[in-house]
């Protein structure tokens, strides 16, 4: 494995940027030390996100840093787009709930994958969702 940068940024405007930014936070994961399915659900929420922005916005970008909370390090992942931003985040966060056509379970699945989960949208004005998981 190549070294990883602390803080990675990856601009996302289609499908195989999904791909990139799913194995890049990945990476930075096992750096930080993640392992087994906590790097399978890290990688899966960092999906959820990185589709929504593409699925939703067209194009955005997801951040990856380190992370420490209570002296635990951790990985924070911010997805970030200037879209049309969430009109009912109670809805959006509900399952099976989606203006997308999709199964409804992107931002309700990631906030079961990771630790926390923040929301900060506007409409008109974009969404930013930050994502947080701890080292147990």
Do not use: H
């Amino acid at each position: 494995m190549c070294a990883v940068a602390d803080d990675v940024t990856v601009a996302i405007d289609s499908d195989a940027d999904i791909v990139v930014a799913r194995q890049r936070g990945r990476e930075l994961a096992a750096t930080i030390g993640f392992k087994g399915s906590d790097l399978t659900m890290i990688a899966t929420a960092i999906s959820e996100v990185a589709r929504n922005i593409v699925v939703y916005a067209q194009r955005g970008e997801v951040r990856f840093s380190k992370g420490e909370k209570s002296g635990k390090g951790g990985i924070v992942v911010v997805a970030k787009d200037d879209g049309p931003g969430i009109a009912d985040i109670g809805k959006a966060m509900t399952d099976g709930f989606s203006t997308g056509g999709s199964l409804g379970l992107g931002l309700p699945g990631a906030k079961r994958l990771m630790d926390e989960l923040e929301i900060d949208t506007a409409v008109g004005k974009g969404t930013t969702v930050v994502l947080k998981k701890w080292l147990r």
